[in-house]
Nanobody, 124 residues
């Protein structure tokens, strides 16, 4: 299984970016998917997660109302739409996949596969 994250870049505060995570090697249909982010010197922080069906979605409080996670199982891709970006959103963003039936969606150790990361920089 490989996850390819893309869409990061440099944006001014208040701007938007859309991250994509394309999977190969297996279907995403029966997986929980999530985005985490990490800044140097800190651990990976949960950003958002989406259940197998897309019916259950979770966000960390700091991004609620600004970020939207979605999935297109037909394209084997998960997205993170990031609006109203702030300098504090600057980080490397990672997508993650869990094939487990029961998932503690906010825990990084619940995920079996990780993308390579895409860097997001928000300037003030």
């Amino acid at each position: 299984v490989q996850l390819q994250a893309s869409g990061g870049g440099l944006v001014q505060a208040g701007g938007s970016l859309r991250l994509s995570c394309a999977a190969s090697g297996r279907t995403l249909t029966d997986t929980t998917m999530a985005w985490f982010r990490q800044v140097p010197g800190k651990g990976r922080e949960f950003v958002g997660g989406i259940s197998r069906s897309g019916g259950n979605i979770h966000y960390t409080d700091s991004v609620k109302g600004r970020f939207t996670i979605s999935r297109d199982n037909a394209k084997n891709t998960v997205y993170l739409q990031m609006d109203s970006l702030k300098p504090d959103d600057t980080a490397v963003y990672y997508c993650a996949l869990s094939s487990r039936y029961t998932v503690s969606v906010r825990r990084s150790d619940a995920y079996d596969y990780w993308g390579q990361g895409t860097e997001v920089t928000v300037s003030s």
